[in-house]
């Protein structure tokens, strides 16, 4: 199971792990693959702690890091705003009244209601890209749209490769003339920000758009016959991330990891209700108040996981209570793949069972062809 990605990066499988948890990505780089820690909630401090972390437990192994890189978004004066003054009257009191219709109480007495921190403009990406710099990374992804030139440039300067994630041929073709070194073919079955093609589909559109960069397939991808199958259309490894929001390191919320445990590929949708942006998650009470007909329009990003935060703060805290209404409203960003995820694995075990399910597949291709 070995493309020319590993030999250029220097890992063992060409399995890329996408996580916001540091420990998942240390797991997944020690089992011969390579963890890719998603930077756009941490905090310059929490980013230079993660990463300072990762670099104890990983040994000099190859690692990377994701930032959030979107072309168009909502300014907010690059401050977090103390008042609801960025937000309309309608969507603040849709929030309130939704919270108060499933009943989730309010935050306790000398808890801070936080606003949430997303690093998406460039002054905020430029810092977190300083620290991840500092570090012995081997990768930088960037998703939402194309890498400023100065992040290529920086990256290359230190034998980094960069990568971004794209859903159609035409942000391959894009990617490609600004000068990234590996594509990302995300398809319509992954988690968080998606497009609308599946990864049958789109894998090989950007494999021959993007002729001769290396492909990454991803979307929907938990087998070890599924990366085969992206193999088989032309792809040089595989770029995962609902897969590990199940294992025994992830940091997913109890109650939203049962979920996922429970759910079939059929109970995800893809909703702007967190992000305002479309982003795949489980489908819950939270996504289907919003695609209500008496619903307004989630806010464009960042506005909108600014608006929604401290509701989902105030959800996250109830969510254990049973039968509450803050459990029926608790989601997270998931794929179809979800329907394969029905147990809790140590991460390095996924990545063996998809090393074994690979190897399983090609010795059966091998008797086909030999027979």
């Known amino acids: 199971m070995r493309t020319p990605l590993c030999d250029r990066l220097g890992i063992e499988y060409p399995i890329f792990a996408f996580s916001h948890c540091r420990d998942v990505v240390a797991a997944v780089t020690n089992a011969g693959g390579i963890g890719v820690l998603g930077a756009v909630a941490h905090s310059p401090a929490a980013l230079e702690t993660d990463l300072a972390w990762i670099d104890a437990q990983v040994g000099g192994k190859s690692y990377g890091v994701d930032l959030l890189l979107p072309v168009n978004f909502a300014p907010t004066d690059g401050a977090q705003p103390k008042t ?8 603040v009191a849709f929030v309130e009244e939704l919270l108060e219709r499933h009943n989730v109480p309010p935050l306790p007495d000398g808890v801070d209601a936080r606003r949430a921190s997303m690093s998406v403009s460039p002054e905020a990406n430029s810092t977190l890209l300083d620290i991840a710099l500092d570090h012995p990374i081997r990768l930088l992804a960037s998703a939402l749209g194309p890498p400023s030139q100065d992040l290529i440039d920086r990256a290359h300067e230190r034998d980094i490769l960069v990568a971004a994630l794209v859903g159609a041929a035409s942000h391959a073709r894009r990617q490609q003339e600004a000068g990234v070194d590996l594509i990302v073919a995300q398809g319509t079955e992954a988690g968080g920000h998606t497009g609308t093609v599946s990864t049958m589909v789109l894998v090989p559109e950007v494999v021959r758009a993007a002729t001769p960069l290396p492909v990454l397939a991803a979307g929907g991808i938990v087998t070890g016959a599924q990366v085969a199958a992206a193999m088989a259309l032309g792809a040089q490894g595989v770029w995962c991330g609902s897969v590990w929001l199940t294992t025994a390191e992830a940091e997913t919320d109890p109650v939203v990891k049962q979920k996922m445990l429970a759910a079939s590929s059929s109970d995800t949708v893809r909703s702007r209700s967190l992000t305002g ?17 008496q619903a307004p329009p989630p806010l464009p990003m960042p506005l909108q996981t600014l608006l929604v935060a401290s509701a989902q703060q105030r959800i996250a805290r109830d969510a254990r209570t049973p039968g509450s209404g803050a459990e029926q409203l608790a989601t997270y960003f998931v794929g179809q793949g979800v329907g394969l995820m029905d147990q809790v694995r140590p991460a390095r075990q996924v990545v063996e069972e998809m090393v074994s399910g690979y190897l399983e597949v090609a010795e059966q291709f091998a008797r086909q062809v030999g027979s």
């Open 277 to 293: 942006k479309p982003a795949r998650m489980l489908r819950t009470a939270w996504t289907e108040e919003w695609e209500a007909d």
């Open 84 to 91: 609801d003054s960025l937000f309309p009257p309608e969507q």
